[in-house]
Nanobody, 124 residues
């Protein structure tokens, strides 16, 4: 059974930082692009970033600069470092895995497996 466990969310003040982790099991981790997405209350899910099997990184333009994605294949884990957090970053953050061997995308509809989400709350 494939499992993606997102963790690291919590309450932080505006301007603060958090590092989210996505631990994967039940799949050949090295063969998957892993992406981070978020969904705020009353809003649609949006893509943040993804990291391909060979370590290429992609960001939604509005997220680039404050968010950094990385992966540790030895630990089957992908991280999302979030800096200079703003109240509008408040959302449930999800990680997902995409097994496409060629294309890395931040479009959620192409992802095969999803984690349960971790809540990030940024206070003003």
């Amino acid at each position: 059974e494939v499992q993606l466990q997102a963790s690291g969310g919590g309450l932080v003040q505006a301007g603060g930082s958090l590092r989210l982790s996505c631990a994967a099991s039940g799949l050949t981790f090295d063969d998957y692009t892993v992406g981070w997405f978020r969904q705020a209350p009353g809003k649609e899910r949006e893509g943040i970033s993804c990291i391909s099997r060979d370590g290429r990184t992609y960001y939604t333009p509005s997220m680039k600069g404050r968010f950094t994605i990385s992966r540790d294949n030895a630990k089957n884990t992908v991280y999302l470092q979030m800096n200079s957090l703003k109240p509008e970053d408040t959302a449930v953050y999800y990680c997902a895995a995409d097994g496409d061997p060629v294309v890395a995308t931040i479009l959620g509809e192409f992802y095969d497996y999803w984690g349960q989400g971790t809540l990030v709350t940024v206070s003003s």
